[in-house]
């Protein structure tokens, strides 16, 4: 499984864009990322996943380089209900059986 | 999407009892998945169950400690035995998108302190 590294924790203020970066050094070809949201005291949701460039859902993006080794998850205009722990996920539908395996997570706390 | 519930939501139960956290689905699945979130920590998996066969524990996890049951397609339990302090988290279930293995739904989680 490929280790995912992000930062602890952000600061932001409402209004502004939001970009957090996942390091995979070792993702594999069939892996994909996927990002999810947990708000305290409520389990994760499912945020948005890709594979390769770019997706955009009603929610963020997700910007994935040529070589994969890192994705970026992109909120725009963030408001105090952004505040949350966002997970990065490397997984492969083949090989985990579906499991997901979590890292640390980014805790965003976006201010007044 | 899925809708899921836990019950119950939040407990606190004395060392050395047992209690039993159920997960209830709107819809039938296939596989279901236990975790645990220590406070401040990030998710651990415990164990995958899928209905007629037995659960598949992940290392540091055993069958005694904690027990799964799969009776049907909507529903799950997972005991967790023999309390210690040690043993408050969060609890969560989860249930695979129906066509996409690496997008789950989550229940709302069942947090449990032990004295």
């Known amino acids: 499984l490929a280790k995912t590294t992000q930062p602890i924790s952000m600061d932001s203020y409402e209004g502004q864009e939001v970009n957090i970066t996942c390091s995979h050094n070792?993702?594999?070809?069939?892996?994909?990322i996927t990002w999810y949201q947990q708000f305290p005291s409520q389990g994760p949701r499912f945020i948005i996943q890709?594979?390769?460039t770019k997706v955009t859902n009603e929610v963020a993006s997700l910007f994935i380089p040529a070589d994969r080794k890192s994705s970026t998850l992109s909120l725009p205009r963030v408001s105090l209900s952004d505040t949350a722990v966002y997970y990065c996920?490397?997984?492969?539908?083949?090989?985990?059986?579906?499991?997901?395996?979590f890292g640390q997570g980014t805790e965003l706390s976006v201010k007044p | 999407s899925a809708v899921i519930s836990q019950k119950p939501s939040r407990d606190i139960c004395q060392r050395g009892t047992s209690l039993t956290i159920q997960c209830q689905v709107d819809?039938?699945?296939?596989?279901m998945f236990w975790y645990r979130q220590q406070p401040g920590q990030s998710l651990t998996l415990i164990a995958t169950?899928?209905?007629?066969?037995?659960?598949?524990?992940e290392s540091g996890f055993v069958i005694d400690k904690f027990p799964i049951s799969r009776p049907n397609l909507t529903f799950s339990t997972l005991t967790v035995s023999n309390l210690s302090p040690e043993d408050s988290s969060i609890y969560l279930c989860?249930?695979?998108?129906?066509?996409?293995?690496?997008?789950?739904?989550f229940g709302p989680g069942t947090r449990l302190t032990v004295l």
């Open positions: 819809s039938q699945v296939t596989m």
């Open positions: 989860s249930v695979e998108h129906f066509n996409n293995r690496l997008k789950q739904f």
């Open positions: 070792n993702i594999a070809t069939n892996d994909y």
């Open positions: 169950a899928n209905q007629g066969s037995e659960a598949t524990y």
């Open positions: 996920l490397v997984q492969s539908p083949d090989n985990q059986g579906g499991k997901l395996i």
């Open positions: 890709g594979y390769k």
